[in-house]
């Protein structure tokens, strides 16, 4: 049997477990959600997990798929006491779920996995280092603290800047703010403060069009999108021009290119992600950054790639040579 981990509303989710039931596979999803609701018992003296008020057959799971699970402030429960606890209340609260979540998972520690637990938290600088290690290209980037290290690098050609960490950092109720890629001017620079907060700076690059790649067990699964043709989504294409949708196509990557995105995902043990790159006028790749969990029906409908009964399909083979092997 095929678990799947993930939170509720996961449409990447509901599109594989369509495919399994098409394959009359046999499947169980549990939603972080689950663990605030009535029915979930989970036992560590002897392992045993509840669901919904019905016992789980642990020797009958071969293979685990971890999806985005957590969203403890995206449930109910939180929605509901928000308005009656204290802030560090409900971030205490939120940190007891991660606790039981992961407690969860460990339940689950011997068996096959598609993206282990341990890799979600990628650093967007560390998989710098290791792209660059793996033969990839990389673009010029810096960590500066001090206006006037800014101030020279702007004055050197183009630059942007990003974050280090998410994007998305603040919610309201009336949506969320986000951070996107954006240009530094010289200008700009002059406005700043001698000291700044520790910034990763990268040199612009000049794209023909940025790459998003589904990395699947080796197989790479590649979309050309040509952001650049709109002043909105030239630096960041997820700053989305609705009036004027940018173009998506499937697209051939070079095989030394394909070579280094396998060793890299090699290196950094993982089976399954999203990654950003960029093919520069210059005819070069450049890596951006790796997503474990990245959204990939964006790359499976404008391509026709058939990515969740790909994903479906992985999954069944491994649990069926898991229960070879038992």
Same mark, same amino acid.
């Given at each position: ?105 460990? !339940?689950? #520690?011997? /068996?096959?996995? $598609?993206?282990? +637990?341990?890799?979600?938290? =990628? @650093?967007?600088?560390?998989? &710098? !280092?290791? #792209?660059? /290690?793996?033969? $990839?290209?990389? +673009?010029?980037?810096?960590? =500066? @603290?001090?206006?006037?290290? &800014? ?176």
């Amino acid at each position: 049997m095929i678990l799947l981990l993930s939170s509720g509303g996961d449409a990447s989710v509901d599109y594989v477990m369509d495919w399994l039931r098409f394959r009359r596979h046999p499947f169980l999803r549990l939603n972080s959600d689950d663990l605030l609701e009535d029915g979930f018992h989970l036992s560590l003296t002897p392992p045993r997990l509840a669901l919904r008020g019905q016992d789980v057959d642990l020797n009958a799971i071969g293979v685990v798929w971890l999806r985005k699970v957590g969203n403890f402030q995206n449930s109910d429960f939180y929605r509901q006491a928000e308005s009656r606890m204290r802030p560090d209340s409900l971030a205490h609260l939120a940190r007891e779920h991660a606790a039981t979540i992961r407690a969860l998972i460990a !339940l689950f #520690a011997d /068996k096959q996995w $598609l993206t282990h +637990p341990s890799l979600l938290n =990628v @650093n967007k600088l560390d998989m &710098l !280092l290791q #792209a660059r /290690k793996c033969g $990839l290209d990389i +673009p010029e980037t810096h960590i =500066v @603290n001090r206006k006037a290290d &800014l101030a020279r690098l702007a004055g050197q050609g183009e630059y942007v800047s990003k974050s280090s960490y998410e994007t998305f950092f603040l919610k309201e109720p009336s949506g969320t703010y986000s951070m996107f890629t954006k240009g530094l001017s010289a200008e700009q620079v002059e406005g700043f403060s001698p000291e700044i907060f520790p910034s990763l700076i990268q040199r612009k690059v000049e794209k023909d069009h940025e790459l998003r790649i589904f990395y699947l067990d080796g197989d790479c699964y590649a979309m050309a999108i040509f952001s650049q043709q709109s002043s909105r989504t030239e630096l960041d294409f997820r700053e989305y021009d609705w009036t004027n949708p940018t173009r998506s196509v499937p697209c051939q990557l070079p095989e030394e290119v394909l070579d280094g995105i396998r060793r890299f995902m090699g290196a950094i043990g993982l089976n399954c992600g999203s990654v950003d790159m960029i093919r520069g006028i210059d005819g070069r790749y450049y890596f951006l950054e790796v997503n474990p969990t990245g959204q990939f029906g964006m790359t499976s409908s404008p391509c026709n790639y058939s990515l969740f009964e790909r994903v479906a399909e992985y999954l069944i083979q491994h649990d069926r040579q898991e229960e070879v092997r038992g």
